[in-house]
Each structure stands twice: as C-alpha cells, then as structure tokens.
C-alpha cells in the first residue's frame, strides 16, 4: 500500500496533467456520469477525474492513522462511497 506522501505525489502529478489539458477528463469506465469538479472556495473550481476522486478517497483513509488527533474527532464509515 502507498505511503499517504507518495497518495498526494501522485495527485499532484495528475493534477499537472490536467492543467495542460485542453479539455476536461473523460473516462469511459466511469460510472460517475457528471464532471468531477473540487470546489476551490471563491467561487472557482479545479477539473478532477476518477483517478483523483480515488487518491483524494485514500488520503482521507490514511489521514486518521497518522493523526491520532483526526482519528478520534472524526468517524467515517467503513466504505466511503461518493454519493450524488
């Protein structure tokens, strides 16, 4: 399993790669039908794709585990599912 640092490396990566983009990222496997956006929180938002949904997911599971702080303040259930 990767380590939380290398999980936001690789999102980072994949966000350079869409900022060179052209066009938002269309994948044909995914079921989400809708384009994944990350509110940027003045009014802006930042094009995602599955991949990105998928490794932001694995940072907020890895996140508790080394914040024992997080850990105990927040709860989430045991899978995460993105809801519509």
């Known amino acids: 399993m990767a380590k939380l640092r290398e999980v936001v490396e690789n999102i ?41 949904d998928q490794l932001i997911d694995s940072v907020a599971k890895k996140l508790p585990k080394h914040d024992g702080n997080l850990a105990t303040r927040f709860r989430a259930p045991r899978k995460m599912t993105r809801l519509a």
């Not at 994949?14 to 509110?39: C, T, Y």
């Open 12 to 52: 980072i990566a994949e966000l350079k790669k869409l900022q060179n983009s052209a066009r938002p990222p269309v994948d044909p496997d995914d079921d989400f039908p809708i384009l994944r956006m990350i509110p940027a929180g003045d009014g802006r938002h930042i094009a995602s794709s599955k991949k990105i």
